[in-house]
């Protein structure tokens, strides 16, 4: 292992593109997607909108959790997209026992699920509780921080697509600045949502000094299924926060995930850590910080920033510097780096 | 075994004896010495195989259960007053999923103004969220209603709910005849859950259900309660067999014989009632009274045919349905839909106001005399609210309500 992945110790990057090949990588090393003895918690024929972060997320994510507890898994969901789209009843996706209760009470019910496994001595039981940024930065953040504080034994991941898409685009507090929402109208002096000091849920994660914290992104999903590997090898609060671009609410093309993802990171605006017990232990590093105009301008829920001749660029600058000071605060560029 | 106990230690206790494998608490007055009753139990091994989960609210404490139980863990918790509203969304949740939780209430008054002592706003705004609603008559019979309710909860995949009266019954000391083990196990076999989380036979509990079929999910809630209707009395019967006591079933019926004058209530307001109705009965008046321990279902045929005859209903309530009158009373009107009885509502003890006999007689009296109003406030402060009426309508700014009552009391005026 290196100390800028959780997963590679070589990176292989297609020509021209920062896209890890995984043809390229051994065959150990490979993404379980790619393998034909693949977990499959979810299979395909759910209702997701094409190009969704969230479905990829959590594939990728429950994959590795099965495959790391051999199959021994539990979900207990949220309600949002993935409680929806995966079960159009009497259709289900998922292919481990999936619990789905309230939107804002998903890791108290967790605990619970894992509070009966070990009365009953069958630890080898894991739970896994999953939700958006709504139901977790906001609705179910009570419950999630006594998650923590309990230290239950429980995995939380959070699918962070930055506003409530399954009602229709409302902002949530992971909402990032001058984003247009439903409920944040591009329209006034001070279009979009407003800048404030936002809610960084990793961090106040750290701060219950869990055994472990990590942030990932589709963009790079060997790391997401390495640190998800990681998380199920330990006992106690662990929490994953994921970021996954929603075509639907970003205004972005379907086929542009992805790359939205990578330039989420490579801006410096979603920082790639892991933390033990309130210590950040690795950071994925940045060989060259991409401005953030390059990641706002594909998505229309930025486009007001970005009018002929009218660039906002106050705005634009107040974001870079969110982004610059993410780079200074993780340490996020790799030595002889660019920065912007 | 005969114990001299506080109300809420024997219940702890006789939860205990139920074994209950996940337990989860959050303190409210008045229940909260329960939940650190079972506790205690649990951190003294007398409790074993049992995870006692401190949670961070009433929601999350109802949602803990709802994983247990889920899971298939025997899954209990207690709560009343603003806790049971504040988990009012997991309620209903529970009992749509169909998980037999047993749940301790201890009636208390809901804010505002924020009041902690008895009466039944609590469990009332919830009577209608698919859970059965058994209120406890004495402390004895709190105690037996957890074992039945445990047994019921469990054959019907329907969450209970054991309402007691906060302070009246959980903070009283008195002689209580608790089980021991070997009869609380001779009498709630192991729990058999009908669903459970199990890697080895997945599938997804809690999808989204359409119009296509959410009528018959909700119908077969509702015959979940229809069957319950009979289940409590053999389960009644069946305690009765173990343990020598007749406790629970539907209704309790009290010198109901050629009674004109007939008084219903829910809860521990029966003991007082059913003196008044002695007394009233020596001075030669044909009165009785039906407790009703089961409020969910509710018991509409044998309500029926025990007022059957009677000349007169009273209602004895410890809510009220404000806009309305009577929350009781319009379950107890149903009952009657064959047979032409009048039905007063009489609202009393609410935020813990005394319920004395005196006032008791005064109001059934009136009812006899065919005096008492549809609706009737027992020892209502008429001077107090005149006053406020009168002091509200000479300023517009006229304050908190609340406050302003209890200043004027305070000044003795």
């Known amino acids: 292992m290196s100390d800028t992945s959780a997963t590679q110790r070589v990176k292989f990057y297609q020509t021209g593109t920062h896209t890890v090949g995984n043809r390229l990588l051994d065959e150990a090393d490979r993404t379980v997607q790619a393998s034909m003895e693949r977990a499959n918690a979810i299979t395909s024929g759910h209702r997701a909108c094409q190009g969704c972060g969230e479905a990829l997320g959590a594939r990728y994510a429950l994959d590795s959790a099965m495959r790391a507890t051999e199959g021994k898994l539990v979900a207990v969901n949220a309600t949002g997209c993935l409680e929806v789209f995966t079960t159009p009843y009497p259709e289900t996706s998922w292919q481990i026992p999936w619990l789905h209760s309230l939107f804002g009470n998903a890791p108290a019910v967790a605990a619970g699920v894992a509070a009966a496994f070990r009365v009953k001595g069958r630890e080898d039981v894991r739970v896994v509780a999953q939700g958006g940024d709504g139901g977790t930065a906001d609705i179910g953040f009570g419950c999630l921080s006594g998650m923590f504080e309990r230290n239950d034994d429980v995995l939380y991941i959070c699918y962070d697509n930055e506003a409530y898409m399954n009602t229709g685009v409302q902002r949530s507090s992971a909402t990032p600045p001058a984003a247009r929402t439903a409920t944040t109208p591009a329209v006034g002096d001070a279009p979009g949502n407003v800048f404030g000091t936002g809610k960084n849920l990793p961090l106040i994660a750290m701060a219950h000094n869990i055994p472990y914290v990590a942030t990932a992104s589709v963009a790079n999903l060997h790391d997401l299924e390495a640190k998800v590997e990681k998380a199920m090898g330990m006992r106690g609060a662990r929490y994953i926060h994921v970021m996954v671009p929603c075509p639907l609410g970003w205004g972005s093309a379907s086929d542009a995930t992805i790359n939205l993802a990578r330039m989420a990171v490579e801006s410096g605006l979603f920082p790639l850590f892991e933390a033990e017990h309130g210590a950040v232990t690795k950071t994925n590093k940045i060989r060259h910080q991409i401005p953030v105009a390059d990641y706002l301008r594909p998505q229309l829920r930025f486009a007001h920033l970005f009018k002929k001749d009218r660039e906002n660029t106050e705005s634009l600058q107040r974001i870079q510097r969110m982004a610059d000071a993410n780079i200074k605060r993780f340490d996020l560029l790799e030595d002889g780096g660019s920065a912007q | ?413």
Not at chain 2, 20 to 38: K, S
Not at chain 2, 134 to 162: G, K, T, W, Y
Not at chain 2, 233 to 262: C, S, W
Not at chain 2, 392 to 402: D, Y
């Open chain 2, 1 to 413: 075994m005969l114990k001299q106990l506080e109300g809420s230690v024997a219940i702890a206790e006789t939860v205990a004896y139920c074994r209950p494998e996940v337990v989860c608490a959050y303190p409210i007055t008045p229940q909260t010495h329960i939940v650190e009753g079972v506790g205690a139990l649990v951190k003294s091994g007398v409790l074993s195989n049992c995870e006692f989960i401190n949670v961070e609210s009433e929601f999350a404490a109802l949602s803990v259960a709802i994983g247990a139980s889920a899971a298939g863990a025997r899954a209990y918790t207690a709560t009343a007053s603003q806790g049971l509203l504040f988990m009012a969304e997991a309620v209903y949740n529970a009992a749509g999923l169909g998980l037999p939780i047993v749940m301790t209430i201890g009636n208390r008054a809901i804010g505002a103004p924020i009041n902690i002592w008895n009466d039944h706003s609590d469990s009332m705004a919830l009577k209608d969220a698919g859970w059965i609603q058994l209120f406890a008559e004495s402390n004895q019979e709190a105690v037996d209603l957890h074992i039945q309710a445990f047994r019921l909860a469990e054959e019907l995949s329907c969450p209970v709910m054991v309402c007691v009266d906060g302070f009246i019954l959980t903070h009283a000391y008195e002689r209580i005849d608790v089980p021991t083990q070997e009869e609380v196990d001779a009498f709630l076999p192991p729990f058999e859950p009908v669903q459970v989380l199990d890697p080895t036979e997945p599938y997804s509990i809690g999808a989204m259900v359409g119009p296509e079929a959410f009528t018959e999910v909700r119908y077969l809630g509702h015959q979940k309660q229809l069957q319950a209707l009979h289940l409590i009395p053999e389960i009644a019967k069946v305690f009765q067999d173990v343990f020598g006591r007749e406790t629970g079933g539907l209704v309790h019926p009290y010198r109901t014989e050629n009674a004109e004058t007939m008084i219903v209530a829910l809860g521990s307001i029966n003991g007082t009632i059913k003196d008044v109705v002695d007394a009233m009965r020596e001075s030669g008046t044909a009165i009785g009274s039906i407790g009703v321990c089961s409020f969910r279902p509710f018991p509409l045929e044998a309500l029926a045919k025990a007022l059957d005859g009677a000349k007169r209903v009273i209602v004895v309530e410890k809510s009220l349905a404000p806009g309305l009158g009577g929350m009781l009373t319009s379950d107890v009107r149903m009952s009657l839909l064959r047979q032409a009885i009048p039905v007063h509502t009489v609202i009393a003890g609410l935020g813990g106001r005394p319920v004395t006999g005196v006032s008791l007689t005064a109001a059934f009296e009136l009812a006899v005399n065919d005096q008492l109003e549809d609706v009737h406030f027992l020892d209502l402060d008429h001077a107090a609210i005149e006053h406020e009426v009168e002091r509200s309508r000479l300023t517009r700014k006229s304050g908190p309500t609340a406050e302003n009552i209890l200043r004027r009391l305070g000044s003795g005026v």
